[in-house]
């Protein structure tokens, strides 16, 4: 996806669309495989611990939130890295970005659920705090806004998180990170439920975002090879499983013990290594799968907003199937076969005429050495 602040990398566009094929996957596996074994709608009293490392890292597909997260940081900081930032045209830019789509989910949750709207819950989600409780709670339609919502908390951090890791990245970081993690530490102490805490709040995702922003600064002061990128990408994606694996061996995301406080740390380490090591690799990739990756990822914001709806409306409805008699590979294979299709051809559409043209509005949001905003597209 092109912007008019921020050098276009293919390879971003690529790890977008993986995250993004990760949700749907994850979430088709679960609520297919759950409906096929009990005919209720889902809940996470029979969580999926497969054997299998790679199915087992796949039950906890979630931690696609946390590549999305540290990709965030990541291109945001590369775009400024050498330009001051205009806090305004920033937040003007990231809106125009996220919120029309995001607002056509809320209200179509309001219209499938009216008895749900209420004004505080209503206002809560639009103003930027939906991942906290009290928010308006509709699903299919409002099941991914929470991300969002820490998103837009993000956005309103960047311009001053980035101003002060400037005066000493590596130094920063680690202080930052050791400050979060003494903070959920205490939060837990003093009663927070870990998994909650790690996983819906600003408090346990912001090292995901701080861990990406310093990455985008190693990228560019400290470049690879494409080969030694390569080895990194690789590296830490067999890091990623077996961590993922274990962490479903443990109990999954349902479990809450304590060292959950810990875990965005974790995981933002290593897909920021995997996302530096893969756009060394990947960036001047070519052929059609770089093209279709790159396609794929220009939709994924529809893709993950617009995938639970299409997921549950299959359920709703019946359309379910099993060839195999074998709940897990049935739901794969739904998820690849059906619900797949259907969400891209959704995102296709969301994006055409909801996303590109508030997209098209976007100006540029860096100040110039004299300390003037620069304006217009380009």
């Known amino acids: 996806m092109r912007s008019p602040n921020?050098?276009?990398?293919?390879?971003?566009?690529?790890?977008?669309?993986?995250?993004?094929?990760?949700?749907?996957?994850?979430h088709g596996l679960h609520l297919f495989s759950y409906?096929?074994?009990?005919?209720?709608?889902?809940?996470?009293?029979?969580?999926?611990?497969?054997?299998?490392?790679?199915?087992?890292?796949?039950a906890e597909g979630h931690t696609a939130v946390a590549l999305f997260m540290v990709?965030?940081?990541?291109?945001?900081?590369?775009?400024?890295?050498?330009?001051?930032v205009d806090a305004w045209g920033f937040i003007r830019n990231r809106l125009l970005r996220t919120y029309p789509l995001f607002l056509l989910l809320v209200f179509g949750g309001i219209a499938a659920f009216p008895d749900r709207f209420t004004l505080a819950g209503f206002a809560q989600t639009v103003f930027g705090l939906g991942n906290l409780s009290g928010a308006l709670v509709a699903p299919p339609f409002t099941s991914m806004l929470w991300t969002i919502a820490i998103e837009w908390q993000y956005y309103l951090?960047?311009?001053?998180?980035?101003a002060v890791l400037k005066?000493?990245?590596?130094?920063?970081l680690a202080g930052m990170l050791a400050v979060l993690l003494l903070f959920r530490a205490a939060a837990v102490f003093f009663g927070a439920d870990a998994r909650d805490l790690g996983y819906l709040t600003i408090l346990g995702r912001l090292d995901q975002f701080l861990v990406g922003m310093c990455a985008a600064w190693l990228f560019r002061t400290r470049p690879l090879s494409r080969r030694r990128g390569a080895a990194l990408a690789a590296g830490a994606l067999v890091v990623a499983v077996a961590g993922l694996a274990a962490f479903n061996a443990a109990g999954g995301w349902p479990a809450s013990p304590a060292w959950k406080a810990a875990w965005p740390t974790f995981e933002a380490l290593f897909w920021a290594a995997f996302v530096i090591g893969y756009v060394e690799a990947a960036n001047a990739a070519t052929g059609a799968w770089s093209w279709l990756l790159a396609r794929i990822g220009e939709v994924s914001y529809s893709i993950y907003l617009v995938h639970f709806v299409v997921i549950w409306a299959l359920l709703r409805a019946g359309l379910g199937?099993?060839?195999?008699?074998?709940?897990?590979?049935?739901?794969?294979?739904?998820?690849?076969?059906?619900?797949?299709?259907?969400?891209?051809?959704?995102?296709?559409?969301t994006y055409r005429f909801v996303e590109l043209p508030f997209l098209r509005l976007r100006g540029h949001y860096h100040r110039d050495p004299a300390g003037t905003s620069t304006q217009g597209m380009g």
């Open 35 to 58: 409906d096929a074994r009990f005919h209720r709608e889902f809940g996470i009293d029979a969580w999926l611990q497969p054997a299998n490392p790679l199915l087992a890292a796949l």
């Open 71 to 84: 990709l965030s940081g990541f291109i945001l900081t590369y775009g400024a890295l050498d330009r001051a």
């Open 167 to 172: 005066t000493g990245w590596l130094r920063q």
């Open 157 to 162: 951090l960047f311009p001053l998180l980035l």
């Open 321 to 349: 199937f099993a060839p195999s008699g074998r709940p897990v590979v049935d739901a794969l294979l739904e998820t690849a076969l059906v619900a797949l299709p259907i969400t891209l051809a959704v995102a296709s559409l």
């Open 6 to 26: 921020i050098r276009y990398f293919p390879a971003v566009d690529h790890l977008r669309a993986y995250a993004a094929l990760l949700i749907v996957f994850y």
